[in-house]
């Protein structure tokens, strides 16, 4: 059974610094999405990481995958209070091609 | 583009109610999805769909069922609701295959007392 995890699950942090959140998954998987999940509204995609080693790039957040290890980060570079949200990655199930498992999300908040 | 719509908003049933979740999507997606999001526990999906005229279960089914009749149209039915069933409610669509990121609804946040 495929699970994911995120660390941290809550992390507060000053404008201008740098950080990493990891996903971690339990199974084979070589699908993985990154969303953004602002108070109260719906979930907006990220990053669709399709291949091991893919890297995106959105402004100031980079998402990369490693499939080997099983580890997805999405990096914050001298982050802005606009980014505070939270930010959940899902992973394909290889045993159903249309099923994503969710982690439970790293809420992020920035602090001006 | 509208994407995809969720209504109602907001409801509050009693126990024992059902009641229906619509969901409509414009962009001739193949797929869609109802998931349920309970805090700290990220999204579980109840039901989806791959085609009109197809439905499958998904991780809690249970207390749910749904129809796809059209392509645009993915209805989430509360037979008999539960406290249980409190939770916020997202439908999503996305494309055939899984290279292409969901399309989420804004949400249906429902209380059942």
């Known amino acids: 059974e495929l699970k994911v995890e995120q660390n941290p699950l809550f992390l507060s942090m000053q404008e201008g610094k740098n950080y990493t959140i990891y996903c971690n998954y339990s199974?084979?998987?070589?699908?993985l999405y990154w969303y953004r999940q602002d108070p109260g509204k719906s979930l907006e995609s990220l990053f669709v990481?399709?291949?091991n080693g893919a890297v995106k790039q959105e402004g100031r957040l980079m998402a990369s995958l490693d499939t080997k290890a099983r580890l997805s980060t999405l990096h914050i570079t001298a982050a802005v209070h606009d980014l505070s949200a939270t930010y959940f990655c899902?992973?394909?199930?290889?045993?159903?091609?249309?099923?994503?498992?969710w982690g439970a999300g790293t809420k992020l908040i920035i602090k001006p | 583009n509208a994407g995809v719509t969720q209504t109602p908003k907001f409801r509050v049933l009693k126990t024992g109610q059902s009641m229906t979740l619509l969901c409509a999507q414009d962009?001739?997606?193949?797929?869609m999805y109802w998931y349920r999001q309970d805090p700290g526990m990220g999204l579980r999906l109840i039901h989806y769909?791959?085609?009109?005229?197809?439905?499958a279960k998904g991780e809690v089914p249970d207390g749910y069922n749904v129809s796809r009749s059209t392509t645009e149209d993915f209805p989430l039915r509360l037979l008999s609701a539960a406290p249980s069933q409190t939770s916020v409610y997202f439908c999503?669509?996305?494309?055939?295959?899984?290279?292409?990121?969901?399309?989420f609804g804004s949400g249906t946040r429902l209380t059942v007392v």
């Open positions: 899902a992973v394909a199930s290889m045993d159903s091609n249309y099923q994503l498992i």
């Open positions: 962009m001739n997606h193949e797929y």
């Open positions: 769909s791959v085609g009109e005229g197809t439905t």
């Open positions: 990481l399709l291949s």
């Open positions: 199974t084979t998987s070589d699908r």
């Open positions: 999503a669509s996305s494309r055939q295959g899984t290279n292409y990121g969901y399309t």
